[in-house]
């Protein structure tokens, strides 16, 4: 796959887009961007992305997308609480790694979500990419229920979805839609580097109050 191929592929993409694809690229964008910053502006951008996408990917058959797009749309409202209501002695709600629990939950959530899709998207639905469909569903499952926790994890969980979300919606002829991940990739490594260095410093700040 060569360079032009690529160009042509966006410049077709850019033609064959509708003005709905359009605005859910720029508000999901929006999105990850104001994530990075931790800001509650995720959620509301976020929110009208996802219902888009819900119409879009039901369009071309991306059945286990759509769901999950539904599923963004849920918890986001979620998280907008979570994060807008913080403990009693906190101002909000901090950046922290996950703990050993946590990891196990999120592979669960991967692991049970993934069988479950993959078999009713080969089984009852005309989908012709149930598994890498199932994939990316699962991972980004994962993705958003850590990011409404605010775990430094949760970017690895995106940047595993939107890799293999690239090929998945060029496939799809979702071209636009498909550099849409490949930047996404690039931000989720970004907001990887800056969630990092939030969850360093609230260490640092408590173990100076602890005293330790």
């Not at 990011?147 to 799809?172: C, G, H, Q, R």
Request: hydrophobic share 50%.
């Amino acid at each position: 796959m060569d360079f032009q191929f690529l160009l042509d592929g966006f410049t077709e993409g850019l033609k064959a887009m509708t003005w709905l694809e359009a605005v859910a690229v720029v508000f999901g964008i929006a999105s990850v961007f104001y994530s990075m910053r931790e800001k509650i502006l995720v959620y509301p951008t976020g929110i009208i992305s996802t219902l888009i996408y819900v119409w879009i990917c039901l369009q071309y058959k991306l059945y286990a997308d759509m769901g999950i797009n539904a599923y963004y749309f849920s918890m986001s409202i979620y998280g907008w609480y979570v994060w807008t209501h913080p403990k009693e002695n906190q101002t909000v709600l901090p950046v922290t790694w996950l703990k050993p629990k946590g990891w196990l939950v999120a592979g669960v959530i991967f692991v049970v979500s993934y069988g479950v899709l993959s078999f009713v998207l080969s089984n009852f639905t005309d989908s012709d990419v149930p598994y890498w469909d199932s994939f990316t569903t699962s991972s980004a499952f994962v993705g958003m229920w850590l990011m409404a926790k605010k775990k430094v994890e949760n970017w690895i969980a995106w940047i595993i979805t939107d890799l293999v979300s690239v090929p998945l919606y060029f496939y799809k002829g979702l071209i636009l839609t498909s550099f849409q991940f490949l930047f996404f990739t690039v931000l989720a490594t970004l907001g990887l580097i800056a969630w990092i260095k939030s969850a360093k410093n609230y260490e640092s700040e408590e173990s100076t109050y602890s005293g330790t």
